[in-house]
């Protein structure tokens, strides 16, 4: 497995500015960060009741992709471009084109973006 925390972690340094600052905001990515929760939700749910499947349905793949759409308005709405650098510097569409129908995959893309919101908060990120 990965280690996503140090990734995670990674990429946040990364976006300081040369003030030491993020210029990112909790605010900025929180619709997504609410949608990647809530599907989590989902599939937990949906792997409790199919535990020996390592594969998602459809219905739940559908969504995982739509998250792309997702930060893609949040990015767009940004005149900064300070969403959209966050986006490239996390991999975030790669990491989902990734993910396909693997619960352990998506499991995995969960706990990066905790850990992006957790580093973010830590070095300073504001609400």
């Known amino acids: 497995m990965e280690d996503v925390g140090a990734q995670a972690e990674k990429v946040i340094k990364n976006l300081l500015n040369a003030d030491g600052k993020l ?3 909790t605010g900025q990515i929180r619709k997504f960060l609410t ?3 809530s599907l989590t939700s989902k599939i937990e749910v949906y792997k409790a009741q199919n535990e020996k499947s390592d594969t998602l349905p459809e219905n739940f793949v559908m969504e995982i992709k739509y998250l792309k759409v997702k930060i893609a ?3 767009g709405r940004d005149k ?3 969403v959209k ?3 490239e510097k996390a991999g975030l569409f790669e990491r989902i084109d990734k993910i396909g129908d693997s619960f352990t995959k998506y499991e995995n893309f969960a706990r990066y973006i905790e850990a992006l919101v957790a580093y ?3 070095y300073g990120g504001k609400d």
């Open 120 to 122: 973010h908060k830590f």
């Open 73 to 75: 308005y949040q990015a």
């Open 23 to 25: 210029d990112l905001t």
């Open 35 to 37: 949608a990647v929760n």
């Open 80 to 82: 900064k471009k300070t």
């Open 85 to 87: 650098n966050f986006v």
